[in-house]
């Protein structure tokens, strides 16, 4: 990548790289990847819009760090396998931009499924099985409407990690979680960016959701629990 690719791309990545840090610090993610105007996803970007610098961890409190992370894991597979199905369609094909910071993001969401996974397990926990997820009709076959989805549903996944990361009771997974934290609010930039918004990065706070939110906005998906 030359000097002035580098200065402009939203996201930069090396997959190994960036999979072995996660991995060392046994990250962990929570993102709710959904679709506008599908299932409980209305409802969960109103609240979010509403809820910026509200606190909504005691709705996780209770569950534990291993159930926190099984539904994380599922999450990210969601989120991982949008991203990948746009790529696999080969809806940016004709833009190299775009679809480098797509595959981008992809690359970052299969490294937090890797890392939830070591994490899981670490805990003596069962690592879910993968669901069949589900998706708009025209996800994959418009590059217009992709970007729609992913600009509705990136604030979304950042507000389920925003609730949920105070709940986690290990500092460690906690402190590791932050990271992710920040790469998930680099792709809302990102995709903003794709999608000609001004300015890319256009929140001062991020908004954070209570559980139900994201059960309710990822349920039309394949992800329950």
């Given at each position: 990548m030359d000097g002035v690719d580098s200065r402009i791309s939203p996201?930069?990545?090396?997959?190994?790289h960036s999979r072995r840090n996660f991995l060392k610090t046994a990250a962990w993610?929570?993102?709710?990847?959904s679709a506008a105007g599908i299932g409980g996803f209305g409802i969960a970007t109103k609240y979010a819009e509403g809820q910026a610098g509200t606190v909504n961890y005691p709705t996780y409190q209770g569950l534990g760090d291993a159930a926190i992370l099984q539904?994380?894991?599922?999450l990210e597979q969601l989120e991982g396998n949008f991203y990948a199905g746009g790529i696999n369609a080969g809806l940016f094909s004709g833009d190299s931009f775009t679809e480098s910071q797509?595959?981008?993001?992809?690359?970052?969401e299969f490294a937090h499924v890797d890392a939830l996974a070591a994490t899981i397990g670490q805990l003596g926990a069962?690592?879910?099985a993968v669901p069949e997820f589900t998706?708009?009709?025209?996800a994959f076959t418009d590059p217009a409407a992709f970007l729609g989805y992913a600009a509705t549903f990136e604030p979304v996944g950042i507000g389920?990690?925003?609730?949920a990361a105070a709940a986690l009771e290990s500092k460690d997974i906690l402190a590791a979680a932050i990271s992710i934290h920040n790469a998930e609010c680099q792709h809302r930039t990102a995709i903003n960016i794709?999608?000609?918004v001004v300015p890319a990065n256009n929140l001062a706070f991020e908004p954070s959701l209570p559980l139900g939110a994201v059960q309710e906005a990822v349920a039309p998906f394949g992800v329950t629990g």
């Open positions: 996201v930069g990545f090396d997959r190994e993610a929570t993102a709710a990847i539904f994380a894991y599922l797509i595959a981008a993001i992809r690359d970052h069962e690592v879910p998706f708009p009709d025209d389920a990690y925003g609730g794709l999608n000609g």
